[in-house]
């Protein structure tokens, strides 16, 4: 159990990746009896990205996320790559994209579905805790492998995409204007594996109602959970950046946790969920519309197949 309490790490760097290819919701209604109208109005979404590989859009997010942070390859000490959709069974996805990156350290893949980034960003601060320098912490995803464009259950929500970022140990503590993991909850209930799956060569199969209802008890709790740790409230959250599956999930969780949709950056509309790939994609949009200022608290908050749950509120850095 890693101590609760500050722990130094910042951002140095944040990248993203979408593979050009778009598939409207209009695109859909040639292959199931749905509506723009309906997509938007019952989930948010607008369209999805389809294409690529899921070693090469985190490898293209990485490069972008390094160049920001202005490291070289050899600055790198660890690669951990959230994916519920890897390039292979076995291997992981992770070791291809460091030799793509030309990085020479350790490499691994967390499978934890829509929360596999928020748990990769706590193991960073763990090796981060241990004296490690930088580590690249990806999520990257190409759900269309395992999406059924053809059922209306599923085939609406899912896309391809990924989200890297590049994080440090910062040794100043958040009261001299450095960045820390204030608090952080991570959570599974193994009884609701069957309500969300993809067995092998399958496709994802889904009870949409009942992963709704979960995701947002999970929402409450481990927002709950986090807060308490970091001895904040609500109030205290300048921005939320969470997994993004259907924006009424969210709002159902807003209503009763008191956070508002203009605390929240949300990419889903153009995007679809990405799984993993999701929260940091949101990162580097809050980022790039200049969404996150220095001593902002920033809560990420994963959630989806498992179910697996995951928060983690971050002071960002002064500099
Ligand atoms: O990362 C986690 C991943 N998954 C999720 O977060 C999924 C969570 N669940 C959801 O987002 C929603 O449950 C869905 C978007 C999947 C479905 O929305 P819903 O509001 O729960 O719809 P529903 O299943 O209750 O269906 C309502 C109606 C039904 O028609 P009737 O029985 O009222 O006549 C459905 O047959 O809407 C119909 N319907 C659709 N109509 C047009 C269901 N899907 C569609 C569709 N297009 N795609």
């Known amino acids: 159990m890693i101590p609760a309490g500050p722990t130094g790490l910042r951002f140095l760097g944040v990248g993203s990746a979408l593979p050009p290819k778009i598939l409207t919701n209009d695109d859909l209604t040639a292959s199931m009896d749905t509506s723009d109208e309906w997509i938007r109005e019952r989930t948010g979404i607008g369209q999805r990205h389809i294409g690529g590989t899921t070693s090469g859009l985190a490898t293209e997010a990485a490069a972008v996320a390094m160049t ?13 790559l959230a994916t519920t959709s890897p390039d292979y069974i076995c291997p992981g996805t992770a070791p291809a994209v460091a030799r793509e990156l030309g990085l020479d350290c350790g490499a691994f893949d967390v499978s934890a579905a829509c929360s596999g980034w928020v748990y990769g960003l706590t193991i960073a601060q763990g090796y981060l805790m241990q004296g490690m320098g930088r580590i690249l912490v990806i999520g990257s995803e190409t759900l269309d492998r395992i999406t059924d464009y053809t059922d209306r259950g599923t ?72 807060l308490e740790m970091a001895g904040l409230g609500i ?85």
């Open 235 to 319: 109030d205290d959250v300048d921005l939320v950046i969470p997994h993004q599956a259907n924006v009424r999930i969210l709002e159902a969780a807003w209503k009763k946790l008191g956070f508002s949709m203009d605390d929240t950056v949300e990419i889903l509309e153009r995007t679809g969920n990405t799984s993993g790939a999701t929260i940091p994609m949101a990162l580097d949009q809050a980022l790039h519309d200049d969404r996150i200022a220095p001593g902002d608290n920033v809560l990420f908050l994963g959630f989806g197949a498992g179910m697996t749950w995951a928060s983690a509120l971050v002071r960002w850095a002064e500099s």
């Open 68 to 80: 920001r942070a202005g490291v070289d390859p050899a600055d790198i000490d660890l690669v951990i």
């Open 155 to 226: 085939g609406i929500l899912f896309g391809n995409g990924a989200g890297a970022a590049v994080v440090e140990a910062d040794p100043r503590g958040p009261d001299a204007g450095g960045g820390a993991l204030l608090g952080w909850d991570t959570g599974a209930d193994g009884n609701y594996v069957h309500i969300l799956y993809s067995e092998h060569d399958g496709v994802l199969q889904m009870d949409g109602k009942e992963v709704f209802r979960q995701a947002v008890k999970a929402i409450v709790r481990s927002t709950t959970r986090t």
